[in-house]
């Protein structure tokens, strides 16, 4: 089991940048392929990018692609998401989860373990 704890969302304008951190305890982080979500008030929780165990391999939806940036350090067992360029609508609550095993990766069912969230809001 692992327990996620997500930390550095807050209020930034429009263009400006943030990075998310994602701290795991529990067993073996580099175990765990990680994933970024994102929820946004009345929508459904919407895939942002996924890092694979080793930090080798990732992948973005499309909506993120050029401006985010996944990242892992399995010594600190800790995931970041690197935001740059930000719009106003990528205000959303963003939620770190953690599977053993993916198939897909944007589906929020294949994670086993969530954060708690942390809110970023982007100004205009």
């Known amino acids: 089991q692992v327990q996620l704890v997500e930390s550095g969302g807050g209020l930034v304008q429009a263009g400006g940048s943030l990075r998310l951190s994602c701290a795991a305890s529990?067993?073996?982080?580099?175990?765990?392929?990680m994933g970024w979500f994102r929820q946004a008030p009345g929508k459904e929780r919407e895939f942002v990018g996924g890092?694979?165990?080793?930090?080798?391999?990732?992948d973005y939806a499309n909506f993120v692609k050029g401006r985010f940036t996944i990242s892992r350090d399995n010594a600190k067992s800790t995931v970041y998401l690197q935001m740059n360029s930000l719009k106003p609508e990528d205000t959303a609550v963003y939620y770190c989860?953690?599977?053993?095993?993916?198939?897909?990766?944007?589906?929020?069912?294949?994670?086993?373990?969530w954060g708690q969230g942390t809110q970023v809001t982007v100004s205009s």
């Open positions: 529990g067993r073996t982080f580099s175990s765990y392929v």
């Open positions: 989860a953690a599977s053993l095993f993916v198939r897909i990766w944007n589906h929020p069912h294949e994670y086993n373990y």
């Open positions: 890092i694979t165990r080793s930090g080798g391999n990732t």
